[in-house]
């Protein structure tokens, strides 16, 4: 368990990311932080809804990554932009051991979040 509660370390990331509803087309976005369980991520014009699973592409040390997640809270940044946090609920073992190396090999948690 990570210092501030949580279930996995938080880093801080700033990535080129795509989200869709499931049955819809990608919507670009960036990356705010990223742990093993989750994401933090901005975007505009996603309307999915808090519990809703959404497909998620993301690109890691130039490898894409392809995971399902669960949304559990979006925030309206703005007018258009929202801020959406996604539970990771469905990867590959491929992309879980990727996810976990990419997040021990950085600078190590962000004690800010």
Do not use: H
């Not at 932080?33 to 309307?47: A, E, K, M, V």
Request: hydrophobic letters at 40%; one cysteine or more.
């Amino acid at each position: 368990m990570a210092a501030d509660g949580r279930k996995y370390p938080r880093i801080r990331i700033d990535a080129d990311v795509t989200v869709a509803r499931v049955a819809s087309r990608n919507i670009p976005g960036r990356t705010v932080d990223l742990s093993q369980g989750g994401i933090r991520l901005t975007c505009i014009d996603l309307d999915a809804v808090v519990g809703e699973l959404v497909r998620l592409n993301l690109d890691l040390d130039g490898l894409r990554t392809s995971i399902v997640g669960k949304v559990v809270r979006i925030t309206a940044m703005d007018s258009f932009v929202r801020e959406i946090a996604l539970a990771f609920v469905e990867m590959d073992p491929e992309t879980s051991q990727l996810l976990e190396e990419y997040v021990e090999g950085a600078d190590g948690p962000d004690p800010t979040w």
